[in-house]
């Protein structure tokens, strides 16, 4: 029923699920598996062994296996193991390091940070989205307790990119992949043709604000005093649904940036693109795992065609969702935002 996916962990390859759940996003933390074997009872401990998840020949997933449940009944035999990609390590994992931290780089902190955890290699982490100054030394206070993946995150954020991982284990420190020109395709006309087999649009307004207004000061420096503040900029929300009778709505949102990493502008830039994915998403389900021989993918574009909810153009895919049951059989469900545009 599955030949087309294959597990291999332990020097062992499984494949024949009766059951598959593969979901990735590049806005959550780790990219999560569960499948099940039905007729079969592993007795292996597979816990916190690395693995591999292959779809169509090709790695999709790697990361390390969290847990395994074995049930049995008069008529039926099952194993069902879960897993995360190798950044639930990081979303696991405390800060070995804390208090007042000082390294030469981003780049020298994450590796002492991660020195010790298991599967994950220096290799699969990309700085390419840190400018030279970006890139320069740290000064941290990180609180004891705090994840590796919460310290990273906060970190990129105040660099001005996205600290994210990728399904075959990769660690990213740059901007989401929005220009990317489109590889897939979703069509769905009002006669019923099309390759989407369910569709969904929301659009949520009580997220989105008419303004973002970021005040700076210098790094460090949590003034509250308007003579601590350095520099501030207004960016104009484009496309603010008006009030009754057309009427602008004034919404304005207001925020301190104390980091000194990056300008005001490109701290806007940063917030307008988060609330724009929170106020308005896509969702579509496809049949099997691949277009034209490429396996659907996140961090990629799609080219949309949709009569029936009036979506035309190029979106980003950020989440996606594969999965594998009896009554549906094989699927994809997509989440895709809008492709946001430099302010």
């Keep these: 029923m599955s030949a087309n996916i294959k597990l291999r962990v332990g020097g062992k390859e499984f494949s024949n699920f009766s059951a598959v759940s593969v979901d990735a996003d590049v806005y959550q933390s780790a990219s999560v598996f569960e499948l099940q074997l039905a007729g079969k009872i592993i007795t292996d401990d597979l816990r916190n062994k690395s693995c591999k998840l292959y779809i169509n020949g090709k790695c999709e997933l790697y990361g390390v296996v969290d847990s395994k449940e074995l049930s049995w009944s008069k008529t039926d035999l099952a194993t069902v193991m879960t897993g995360r990609s190798l950044m639930g390590l990081l979303v696991d994992a405390h800060s070995p390091i804390y208090g007042d931290v000082e390294a ?8 002492q940070l991660i020195s010790k955890l298991p599967y994950i290699q220096q290799l699969l982490i990309s700085y390419a989205g840190l400018s030279s100054t ?5 000064k941290e206070w990180i609180e004891p307790g705090k994840t590796i993946f919460a310290v990273l995150s906060e970190l990129a954020k105040r660099s001005g990119v996205v600290f994210y991982g990728m399904p075959d284990g990769g660690f990213y420190f740059d901007n989401l992949q929005y220009l990317k020109k489109p590889v897939f395709s979703i069509t769905r006309r009002k006669d019923g043709t099309g390759n989407a087999i369910a569709g969904k649009r929301r659009e949520d307004v009580s997220k989105l604000f008419s303004t973002i207004t970021v005040l700076s000061t ?10 601590g503040l350095q520099s501030s900029y207004t960016l104009s929300v484009p496309d603010f649904p008006p009030a009754d009778n057309g009427i602008s709505f004034n919404k304005p949102f207001y925020t301190l940036d104390t980091s000194g990493l990056m300008t005001p502008q490109k701290a806007a830039q940063l917030i307008y693109d988060m609330q724009q994915r929170s106020g308005f998403a896509l969702e579509y389900t496809v049949p099997g795992y691949s277009q034209n ?16 909810n009036n979506v035309h153009g190029v979106y980003f895919v950020y989440g996606r969702k594969i999965t594998l049951s ?9 989440r895709l935002a809008k492709v946001v545009e430099q302010q």
């Design 104 to 111: 030469d780089s981003l780049k020298a902190l994450t590796e």
């Design 134 to 138: 970006q890139a320069g030394k740290i």
């Design 218 to 227: 210098m790094q460090g420096n949590n003034a509250v005093h308007t003579s």
């Design 293 to 308: 021989g490429r396996n659907w993918a996140i961090n990629e574009t799609c080219s949309i065609d949709d009569e029936i």
């Design 326 to 334: 009896k009554t549906d059989g094989s699927l994809t469900e997509l």
